[in-house]
């Protein structure tokens, strides 16, 4: 895994060329990838899961990264990446990328009686209408999720459209939203790693009260607190 920090005003890169061996995956899958599609369960049955789900070994398994709200699991060829809000030195979303797609992570508090990616799911789509893009309401394998399409500007000023999938998980006391970045957005068979990454999560909500949808903090894992100053 390679950690890099990203500043807060920093794009996902869905750029190709992150490690991984492509015909190596393709192997590996063969005939059995349309079986395992088909068994693949819908929803949270399978993960993500709360910490209070798992038991303390599997947290503390060496291919986990402790990042705070969220444990999550390394893969082959997996980039790591942090958005860090440069003011404050919080880390605001979790970056998986490999190969040209990628996958963001956040995680808010919500209440305890109901989830809220219904009324959030809402609010994205009303957003991505607001700036000239659509969205769609889609059923994937976590439920109800948003494909948005959005006009994005790159440096050099051009104008060009960018398609994510919004996928949003109600745990308990927690809502973790995931954004599918790449060709993993638009190409069912490059989504699987993706989603596989998902259902790796852990989400650690702790017990103190907080405020629906406040952020849940994150932090920057063991051992790369030293790196990331040196590099500043």
Do not use: C, H, Y
Not at 104 to 118: D, N, V, Y
Not at 130 to 138: P, Q
């Amino acid at each position: 895994m390679i950690f890099r920090r990203k500043g807060k005003n920093d794009e996902a890169e869905t750029t190709g060329g992150f490690f991984g061996d492509e015909e190596d995956a393709a192997a590996e899958g063969g005939a059995s990838d349309e079986a395992a599609e088909a068994a693949a369960p819908v929803g949270r049955s399978a993960g993500p899961f709360d910490s209070t789900e798992v038991d303390a070994t599997t947290l503390e398994a060496e291919d986990r990264i402790d990042l705070g709200a969220l444990v999550i699991t390394g893969m082959p060829g997996m980039e790591l990446r942090l958005q860090v809000d440069e003011a404050s030195g919080d880390v605001q979303a979790v970056l998986l990328v490999l190969e040209d797609s990628a996958l963001e992570l956040r995680a808010f508090a919500a209440p305890k009686t109901s989830g809220i990616w219904a009324e959030v799911r809402r609010e994205i789509a009303a957003e991505a209408t607001r700036m000239g893009g659509t969205a769609s309401e889609t059923e994937g394998p976590f439920g109800t999720e948003l494909v948005l399409v959005v006009p994005v500007e790159d440096p050099e000023g051009q104008i060009f459209s960018q398609t994510s999938r919004v996928i949003g998980i109600d745990g308990p006391r927690w809502l973790l939203r995931a954004t599918v970045l790449g060709r993993a957005a638009v190409e069912p068979d490059a989504a699987p790693p993706m989603e596989q990454s998902l259902r790796n999560v852990v989400v650690v909500r702790g017990n103190e009260p907080m405020a629906p949808r406040e952020s849940l903090a994150l932090r920057l894992p063991a051992g790369a607190q030293a790196a990331t100053e040196e590099e500043a």
